[in-house]
């Protein structure tokens, strides 16, 4: 029995991830993927794509808009269901927890649509587990800076070597039970407050 | 923190979560015992996701949601109680400056008196409809919300049928000013702050407020997943002691102020504090520089406000009949009658000694004028509370309500 591939709409505002879920549906060889992030016009977008499957992230306001949207047979031409309802506990608690959702048209076997639902929300981990690196790096990246002008400061205060400045902000650290970071942000900011304005 | 029970809740950004937020945020859930965890959510079919997977135990709910999840007419829905209701009123009905300008030239004024306005925005209506000009589009925020059902009612009862002479889209509350100003809707009916933003921006008319379509009437809810309830009594008790001071201190005009600047936070509302003021005075500005003070706008203690009517649920359900949303049977009348616990909400205020209504439905629009009840020995003033059209709902003669309504409509 020959299969046609199943038209898929993308509905996620943010750009970055919705090219990666695109990515990943391409590659599992599904050619008909359309990726929306704005919603406006959606309606006619719908009736034109006639998708088999929506795949839409959580933090979308619009989703209340979509069901009831799903659900006047007028605006859609075919009934679309929301695939959690009829899936199993973990995949919902799986899509809810990576924030993710999907619908699909009535009728359509759940073992068709599983796979895509099961890529959407690994790919959505993905980019969570990227952007909260990322986020971490360039913390990471801020408090290098500001231990190094803690450094300088102290370098240039107490005439100390870099190595002993470094090691006078880590027993401080120590002693109080904060990051070195967080010393170095409140030294920087004492000598800022304390210093000659024009420097 | 060794707190006694633990509850996580999820609220949507609407000021009507004030009761909720002040409750986490100011100890009144940590004077109960309770670690209470608030969640800001972006639609209501998350929050209504989440309660169903145990994300979590309850959450801030549009009157009709709880109801509708119970009926069956929403996905992914789980049993879902109604506890604790959140206030009375609150929502107003605000146009584009075309359209006010349209139900002006036929006689509307800025007063608004739903029945003046409906009558002007039912000529201005049939006008462009004999001019062939396309249907208004009006905007509500979710099908099943007491936002959709009085905007429904007051056309209906000024001749406008819902169905067919205009059409009724859903848009997020925070999105309303800006499709309004853009064009994409005509109008809308939503909570505050989102009515008084759009006035305040110089695109939109309030013309009518739900405090005067049916004078303190229900909003939103408490709503808690029945199987959570059950196994957690002690919690929910306690959690109801909690949301009963929190919306005591939340009446009173001298917490006003700190009220505004707590739902001004960016993890609330995140709009500034002088816009969460006309909720909260009832003095609202209705655009081209009239305003109007409202009594009883909206009423988040007072008046029984926090008293879980079966009567609400039941006029919720009829209305839910009235727009084909249900089917009117034996089984969902049952259903819709079971869903507000006012008995839960007795018995967890019950060692409070304050005042409590003495039934658990009344008749709605039979209070013309405030009255006070004697209950529990304590004073307790309820309504008034009738529609704007003088009609009477009877919460025991439902078919006659949903039969009478048939006929309205069709001849609307």
Known sequence: ?199 | MGAEHQITAGFMPLFDSAVLVAAGELGFAAREGIDLALHRETSWANIRDRIAIGHFDLAHMLGPMPLACNLGLTPLASETIVPFSLGLGGNCVTISNAVWAGMAAHGAVPDLDPARAGAALGAFIRERAAAGREALRFAVVHPHSGHNYELRYWLAACGIDPERQIEIVIVPPPFMADALATGRIDGYCVGEPWNSAAVAAGTGHIVTVKALLWRNSPEKVIGARKAWAEQNPEALAALLRALHHSARWCQDPANRAELAALMAQPGFLGQEAAVQMPILTGHLQLGGGAQRAVEDFFVPFDKAANFPWKSHALWFYTQMVRWGHVAHTPENLAIARDCYRPDLYRSALKPLGVALPGANAKVEGALKVATPVGSAGASLVLGPDGFFNGQIFDPDEIDAYVDSQKTTLGEA
């Open chain 1, 1 to 199: 029995m020959i299969r046609t591939s199943l038209a898929v709409l993308v509905i996620d505002e943010n750009r970055i991830r919705a090219s990666i879920i695109e990515a990943g549906l391409r590659e599992a060889g599904h050619q008909r993927v359309t990726v929306i992030h704005d919603v406006s016009g959606i309606a006619r977008r719908i009736a034109e794509i006639e998708p088999d499957v929506i795949v839409i992230d959580l933090e979308n306001p619009n989703r209340d808009m979509l069901e009831n949207m799903f659900q006047l047979s007028r605006a859609v031409k075919r009934p679309i269901a929301m695939f959690v309802d009829r899936s199993d506990q973990a995949s919902i608690e799986a899509a809810v927890d990576a924030g993710v959702s999907a619908y699909v048209v009535d009728g359509l076997r759940q073992e068709r649509v599983k796979p895509i639902l099961d890529m959407a929300v690994s790919r959505f981990n993905a980019f969570s587990r990227m952007a909260r690196e990322l986020d971490e790096a360039r913390s990471e990246l801020e408090s290098r800076k500001v231990i190094d002008r803690a450094k300088g400061i102290l370098m240039k205060s107490r005439g100390l070597s870099e190595e002993a400045a470094y090691m006078l902000l880590r027993k401080t650290a120590m002693n109080q039970n904060r990051k070195i970071s967080d010393i170095a942000q409140s030294l920087v900011t004492a000598a800022g407050l304390l210093g000659p304005g024009d420097e």
